[in-house]
């Protein structure tokens, strides 16, 4: 409904009855929609300062973590994709969904890791940024487990790892861990492990039923459990 129509000449001219309408509206009335209006603004606007506020004060200071980080270090992460609730769906502990070992190049913190296909494409291995492993669309929380062993064989157990990424082992659908050609996340960390001679100690399968196969997965929190790990971050 417009309060004003078009004159002869084109010009816009107030329409007296809406105008009335308009008027008949009771003074109390105004005043409750002006009072309903202003603290709509207002929630609208402190939901927003509220926002801003907490995204800044929890912001990644990517470079703190990186230089508390050693070669061989394993990350986990809790992730948003459809993968990612699959395994927190059956995994009993429910605290991280992917995991990824940690190998600096060039002084930088960088996560290599094995991730399910998102195109036709097949999917490598991954190097990647521990920025981009951590980012707030892959991660809504994260923690670093460290090996329990000597400084050199940490070197050597990252270098397992970026094995698999040099030699583009491809994502493992079949989640087969007698198979050495393909891998998932967590079958990278225990076979860099067996390849570095560092006993990981008991790394039990969870049995999955899916509608169309059943299949016997390595869990993140089995890994978690190992006693050869020590939590030393988490976020």
């Given at each position: 409904m417009s309060c004003f129509r078009k004159a002869d000449n084109f010009a816009l001219k107030p329409d007296k009855t809406c105008l009335n309408f308009v008027g008949m509206i009771p003074q109390t009335l105004k005043q409750k929609i002006l009072i309903l209006l202003f603290f709509t603004i207002l929630i609208v606007s402190l939901s927003m300062i509220i926002v801003a506020i907490t995204t800044k004060k929890n912001a990644i200071d990517y470079q703190a973590i990186a230089s508390q980080l050693h070669n061989g270090d394993i990350i986990f992460r809790r992730g948003h994709s459809v993968?990612?609730?699959a395994v927190l769906l059956y995994d009993q502990q429910k605290e991280f969904s992917?995991?990824?070992?940690?190998?600096?190049?060039?002084?930088?913190?960088?996560?290599?890791?094995?991730?399910?296909?998102?195109?036709?494409?097949k999917e490598y291995v991954k190097k990647e940024t521990l920025k981009n492993f951590l980012s707030p669309k892959n991660a809504s929380n994260?923690?670093?487990?460290?090996?329990?062993?000597?400084?050199?064989?940490?070197?050597?157990?990252?270098q397992q790892a970026l094995y698999f990424y040099q030699n583009k082992i491809v994502f493992d659908n079949n989640y087969n861990l007698q198979t050495n050609n393909e891998m998932y996340c967590t079958?990278?960390?225990l076979k860099a492990f067996q390849r570095a001679d560092i006993p990981l100690g008991d790394m039990r399968e969870t049995t999955i039923n899916l509608i169309f196969k059943k299949h016997n997965i390595l869990m993140p929190s089995t890994l978690q459990k190992s006693k050869s790990l020590k939590r030393i971050i988490i976020q």
């Open positions: 993968e990612s609730r992917h995991v990824g070992m940690v190998y600096f190049q060039n002084n930088q913190a960088n996560v290599i890791h094995a991730v399910p296909y998102k195109t036709k494409e994260f923690a670093v487990y460290r090996p329990q062993i000597e400084s050199n064989k940490k070197l050597k157990l990252a079958e990278l960390i």
